[in-house]
C-alpha cells in the first residue's frame, strides 16, 4: 500500500515537473478580422473550426496548455499557419482569396481539414452537415454555372476532337520567358487528377510523367524526385441543358519540371504556361514565374504541390485517427 502512495507521488511529481518543459511561445491573442466579402455565416464558420491553427487568433483551452497535449497543439498551430494565415486574407488578391477559400473547402470536403484528431477533442472544431453545406454552396454561388448554347457546345467538340487528334501540334512553339521549353509529349502521360473549379468555371486535368508516376508508386513525394513533371491542362466548362458538365474551349496548359539544383533559385521547379490554341507562351518577363510560386506557396510544405496522390489524403488519415 505504502509502495503504491510512493509511486502516485513519484507520478504526480513527474508530471508537475513534466510542466517545466514547455514548447516555444507561440503569439497568439490578436483577432484576426472577419474575411472582407464573405458572408458571416461562412466567417463564423471558418473562425470556429479553422482559425485556431489557421490565423494570429488562436484560442487554447487548459487542456491544450498541458505538457505534453501543448507540444502536439503547438505543432499543429505551426504548420497550419505557415500553410494557410487567414490574417493575411486581406493582402492576397482576389482571385487568390477565391482559390484558396476553394481549396479549403475541398479540404473540408474530403475530411482532411479541420484535422479529425483535433476536432475529436475540440468539439467546436468539428462540422455538421449544415456548416459543411453552407461552405460548399459558398463556394458554388462563387460563379454560378451558366446552361451553354448549342453553338458554344459544338465548337467546343470540334476543337476538343482536334486537340485529342494532335492537330494543334505546332513546332513552333516558343519556350517560355524563363526559357522553359514547352513539352508536346504530356499528353502520352497518366492522368493523375482532374479538378472541377466550380468557382471559376473551369476544368482541369493534372497528368504526370513517368518520373512523378513511379514517385507515387513508391510513395516517395515529399520532395519529387528530380525529373519529374506536371501538366495541368485547362478548359472552359460547358453545362448541357440536363445539368452535364463537359469541356469548352482550349485555355491553358502549365507545366512544373522539378530539377533542385538547375531550379535553385525557383523552389526547385521550372515553371511554365502557354495559352490558347496557339500555345502562345505567357509572361513577359524572365521572372514571371514569381506569380506560380507564390499562389503554390501555401504548399510549400509538400515541395509546392497542390495534388495529393490518393494514397496521401488515405496515409493522412490513419496517422489522425489513430
Ligand atoms: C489543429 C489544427 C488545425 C485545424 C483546427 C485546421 N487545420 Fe488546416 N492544417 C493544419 C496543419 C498542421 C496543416 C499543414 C499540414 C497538412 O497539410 O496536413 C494544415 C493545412 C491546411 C491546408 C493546406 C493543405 C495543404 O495541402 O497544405 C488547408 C487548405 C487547410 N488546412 C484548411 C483548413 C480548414 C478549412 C480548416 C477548418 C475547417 C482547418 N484547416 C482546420 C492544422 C489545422
Ligand atoms: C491563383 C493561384 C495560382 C497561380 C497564380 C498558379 N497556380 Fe498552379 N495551381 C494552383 C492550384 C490551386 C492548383 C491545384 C489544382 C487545381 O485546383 O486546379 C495548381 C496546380 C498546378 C499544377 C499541377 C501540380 C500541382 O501543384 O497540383 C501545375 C503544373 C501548375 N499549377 C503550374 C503553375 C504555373 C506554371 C503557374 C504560373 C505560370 C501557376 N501554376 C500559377 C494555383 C495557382
Not at 458571416?40 to 473562425?47: D, F
Request: charged content about 25%; aromatic content about 10%; glycine content about 4%.
Amino acid at each position: 500500500m505504502k509502495n503504491i502512495n510512493k509511486l502516485i507521488l513519484v507520478l504526480l511529481v513527474g508530471f508537475i515537473g513534466l510542466q517545466f518543459f514547455r514548447p516555444e511561445k507561440i503569439d497568439h491573442g490578436t483577432k484576426t478580422q472577419d474575411l472582407a466579402n464573405v458572408p458571416n455565416a461562412v466567417n463564423t464558420i471558418l473562425r470556429n473550426s479553422c482559425f485556431d491553427c489557421h490565423s494570429s487568433e488562436v484560442n487554447l483551452r487548459w487542456y491544450d496548455k498541458i505538457t505534453p497535449a501543448n507540444f502536439l497543439v503547438n505543432s499543429h498551430i505551426k504548420e497550419g499557419r505557415a500553410a494557410l494565415d487567414f490574417s493575411k486574407w486581406n493582402s492576397w488578391p482576389k482571385p487568390q482569396q477565391n482559390s484558396t477559400i476553394y481549396y479549403a473547402i475541398n479540404k473540408v470536403l474530403s475530411g482532411e481539414m479541420p484535422i479529425p484528431s483535433y476536432a475529436a477533442v475540440h468539439s467546436s472544431a468539428k462540422l455538421n452537415e449544415d456548416q459543411i453545406n453552407i461552405l460548399k454552396n459558398y463556394a458554388l454561388s462563387i460563379a454560378p454555372r451558366k446552361i451553354s448554347d448549342d453553338a458554344q457546345l459544338q465548337s467546343a467538340e470540334k476543337q476538343y476532337n482536334s486537340w485529342i487528334n494532335g492537330e494543334l501540334k505546332n513546332p513552333h512553339i516558343k519556350p517560355a520567358p524563363n526559357r522553359l521549353q514547352y513539352i508536346p509529349d504530356y499528353r502520352n502521360w497518366k492522368a493523375i487528377s482532374t479538378t472541377d473549379r466550380f468557382d471559376n468555371g473551369t476544368m482541369r486535368i493534372i497528368f504526370g510523367n513517368d518520373v512523378a508516376v513511379k514517385a507515387i508508386q513508391k510513395r516517395k513525394t515529399n520532395p519529387w524526385p528530380d525529373g519529374s513533371i506536371f501538366a495541368k491542362t485547362a478548359w472552359n466548362q460547358h453545362v448541357q441543358k440536363d445539368g452535364s458538365v463537359s469541356t469548352g474551349e482550349f485555355i491553358q496548359v502549365e507545366f512544373m519540371v522539378k530539377d533542385a539544383e538547375k531550379y535553385k533559385q525557383t523552389k526547385g521547379w521550372g515553371w511554365g504556361r502557354w495559352k490558347g490554341n496557339n500555345l502562345k507562351p505567357y509572361g513577359e518577363t524572365a521572372d514571371f514565374d514569381k506569380d506560380c510560386i507564390e499562389c503554390h506557396q501555401p504548399v510549400a510544405n509538400q515541395d509546392y504541390v497542390f495534388t495529393s496522390p490518393l494514397y496521401l489524403i488515405s496515409q493522412l488519415k490513419k496517422i489522425q485517427t489513430k
